[in-house]
């Protein structure tokens, strides 16, 4: 067997000359400076304004590996490529998450980029670990919305009926049922001013339409499914800011 256990694909550098190889009970620290943290660790550099300058750490024990979550205020996730969209949510400050993935892609939330790098192991486990995050400049804000404007309200109403179990194949709130869930905190709400919003989000949150869609109706179902999508997946929407909406009123959803 060889001494690696685990290899760490940089990103853009699938030659396997560049790949970070790791050794039982050794770290790799990944960040926009990981030559900041503390210890000796093997390092990763992603040059992105948006990524913490210490954003996480891989630990690998054996054939397994576990990924710590250095960051404060943004969920990581690690995806199966090989799986039909599985993929795992790392919590926030979370250390040590065990991946159940052999080959697996972690991906990194960065001021509107979704960021992403490959590793290889056989196998997982559940280790310790007790980084320490020197302070220094603020990071920029991965999705950088603002809870008190009404386009976060939209996009809460929007996710709803996902947050509440609806099946992920039900349709999202159409038009109408967006300005009536939301009127009771915002009056002046119309079919015009929502859609509004969720365009404006999509621009936020610099999503695109998969490929051209000549259809306004489905284009726009398109980007509402996309919205909820990336909201659900990286926590940017999450069942506690269901109280921005109120009590739901009329059917259950």
């Known amino acids: 067997m060889s001494m690696h256990t685990i290899i760490v694909v940089p990103p853009g550098r699938p030659d396997s000359q560049e790949h970070l190889t790791l050794a ?29 300058r210490i954003a996480g750490e891989i630990l690998a024990q054996g054939t397994f590996w576990t990924l710590s979550n250095l960051n404060r205020d943004r969920t990581y996730v690690v995806e199966n490529p090989e799986g039909g969209g599985e993929h795992i949510k790392v919590a926030p400050g979370r250390l040590d998450a065990p991946v159940p993935f ?5 991906v990194l939330p960065a001021a509107g980029d979704l960021l992403s790098f490959d590793v290889w192991a056989p196998r997982h486990d559940y280790l310790g670990a007790d980084p320490r995050i020197p302070e220094g400049a603020t990071t920029a804000a991965a999705f950088a919305l603002d809870r008190t404007k009404r386009y976060f309200a939209v996009l809460v109403a929007l996710c709803e009926p996902r947050l509440r179990d609806a099946p992920a194949h039900a349709p999202l709130p159409t038009a109408d049922e967006l300005v009536e869930r939301l009127r009771p905190g915002w009056p002046a709400a119309s079919r015009s001013t929502v859609q509004w919003n969720i365009n404006y989000l999509a621009v936020k949150l610099r999503l695109a339409p998969a490929w051209p869609c000549p259809e306004p109706g489905a284009r726009r179902n398109g980007m509402k499914e996309s919205l909820v999508s990336l909201a659900l997946r990286f926590d940017v929407v999450r069942e506690d ?13």
């Open 24 to 52: 039982t009970g050794e770290r790799l620290v990944f960040g926009r400076s990981p030559a900041d943290a503390p210890g000796r660790h093997q390092r990763l550099t992603i040059e992105h304004d948006g990524v913490s």
């Open 102 to 106: 052999e080959f697996a892609r972690i």
């Open 241 to 253: 800011d269901l109280a921005l909406l109120g009590p739901a009123v009329g059917a259950a959803r």
